[in-house]
Nanobody
Framework: QVQLVESGGGLVRAGGSLRLSCAAS????????MGWYRQAPGKQRELLAR???????NCADSVKGRFTISRDNAKNTVYLQMNNLKLEDTAVYYC?????????WGQGTQVTVSS
């Protein structure tokens, strides 16, 4: 079993920045990919960015150029640096870890962007 714990969410003004962290613990094996999703009220959960163990990344067009995903394999931690935040970035942000046989989710952290 894998546990994912997110941190770093909060209230920020439009144009500001936040960095989310997600620490993984438990039965973590190599070959996994970690990612960030978000879900705004009344909307479906959407993939923002994903990164593999080797560092290969992909990022949704909606946040490309503003959000950056990175990971520290030694700490089993993935980060999401969010810059130039907009009102529409307000959502619950979820960490995800995916292997070839299973998928795990964190509990979510709220990000609220105010004007």
């Amino acid at each position: 079993q894998v546990q994912l714990v997110e941190s770093g969410g909060g209230l920020v003004r439009a144009g500001g920045s936040l960095r989310l962290s997600c620490a993984a613990s438990g039965s973590i094996y190599s070959g996994n990919a970690m990612g960030w999703y978000r879900q705004a009220p009344g909307k479906q959960r959407e993939l923002l960015a994903r990164i593999t163990c080797s560092g290969k990344t992909n990022c949704a067009d909606s946040v490309k150029g503003r959000f950056t995903i990175s990971r520290d394999n030694a700490k089993n931690t993935v980060y999401l640096q969010m810059n130039n935040l907009k009102l529409e970035d307000t959502a619950v942000y979820y960490c995800n870890l995916r292997t070839v046989v299973a998928e795990f989710w964190g509990q979510g952290t709220q990000v609220t962007v105010s004007s």
